[in-house]
């Protein structure tokens, strides 16, 4: 490969495997790293200046997650998600999350809610500053502790799952266009909903902010 962006790597060999994994998501976000084209270890290794082991291993952790593929005695190919993935992923999220911020709003407490304020302005933040890594994994977190709430983890780890499956493509395309911040203060809309006690008002917003979700990210995938 030979251009991927240089990042300082030095840790255990278990810190080290989940710092190259967080480099590679953050190259998939950039583009630095293609769908649909097959990546090697050891070239990636050696743009970041350490050992073929510890990038197979998070190349593992990212097939995992669906986010690459194994492509025998060649590398690992980067997952392409066309547009009936992201429909049938933001379905399935739908049925699980429309009615769980509905159902959260009526047992959480006030303070619970209060607690994620502060994700949320993080990832307006992170949307306004250009902050792609940022606004991803505060996004994340915003939404899955909101869903964790409701005390069902199964719930939690299936929404989790979807996410890394559809959310990393298209962002760069999102945030160029401006698309990005409007959709980032949603979470705020939504808390206030929630913490006034309006659940179909939370339901509703959460109905629009999938779609719109789903809208921006289609659009994205486009420009790509």
Same mark, same amino acid.
């Given at each position: 490969m030979?251009h991927?962006?240089?990042?300082?790597?030095?840790?255990?060999?278990?810190?080290l495997?989940?710092? /190259?994994?967080?480099?590679?998501?953050?190259?998939?976000?950039? +583009?630095?790293?293609?769908? +649909?084209?097959?990546?090697?270890?050891p070239?990636?290794?050696?743009?970041f200046?350490?050992?073929?082991?510890?990038?197979r =291993?998070?190349?593992l952790? %990212?097939a995992?997650e669906g986010?690459? *593929?194994? /492509?025998?005695n060649?590398?690992? $190919?980067? !997952?392409?998600?066309? =547009?009936?993935d992201?429909?049938?992923?933001?379905?399935?999220?739908? %049925?699980? *999350?429309?009615p769980?911020?509905?159902?959260?709003t009526?047992?959480? @407490?006030?303070?619970?809610?209060?607690?994620?304020?502060?994700?949320?302005?993080?990832?307006?933040?992170?949307?306004?500053?250009?902050? %792609?890594?940022g606004?991803?994994?505060?996004?994340?977190?915003?939404?899955? !502790?909101?869903?964790? %709430?409701a005390?069902?983890?199964r719930l939690?780890?299936?929404v989790g799952?979807l996410?890394?499956? @559809?959310?990393?493509y298209?962002?760069?395309a999102?945030?160029?266009?401006?698309?990005?911040?409007?959709?980032?203060?949603e979470?705020l *809309?939504?808390?206030?909903?929630?913490?006034a006690?309006?659940?179909? +008002?939370a339901?509703?917003?959460m109905t629009?902010?999938?779609?719109?979700?789903?809208?921006?990210w289609a659009?994205?995938? $486009?420009?790509?």
């Open positions: 030979g991927l962006t240089h990042r300082d790597l030095n840790a255990s060999r278990e810190r495997r989940d710092q /190259v994994a967080h480099a590679l998501r953050a190259a998939l976000i950039s +583009g630095e790293l293609r769908p +649909g084209v097959v990546y090697s270890a070239t990636l290794a050696e743009d200046g350490i050992s073929a082991t510890p990038v =291993e998070a190349m952790d %990212l995992r986010l690459v *593929e194994p /492509v025998r060649k590398g690992f $190919r980067v !997952t392409e998600v066309d =547009e009936r992201l429909d049938q992923y933001t379905e399935i999220r739908a %049925l699980i *999350e429309i769980t911020v509905g159902r959260v009526g047992i959480a @407490s006030r303070e619970d809610l209060e607690a994620l304020r502060p994700v949320a302005e993080e990832i307006v933040r992170a949307a306004r500053e250009h902050d %792609l890594i606004y991803l994994e505060a996004d994340r977190l915003f939404h899955l !502790t909101l869903l964790g %709430l005390g069902n983890e939690v780890e299936t799952d996410r890394k499956r @559809s959310r990393l298209g962002l760069t999102l945030d160029r266009s401006g698309d990005l911040v409007p959709s980032a203060e979470h *809309e939504l808390l206030d909903l929630m913490i006690g309006d659940a179909e +008002g339901e509703q917003c629009r902010h999938l779609g719109h979700v789903r809208s921006l659009e994205g995938k $486009r420009e790509r």
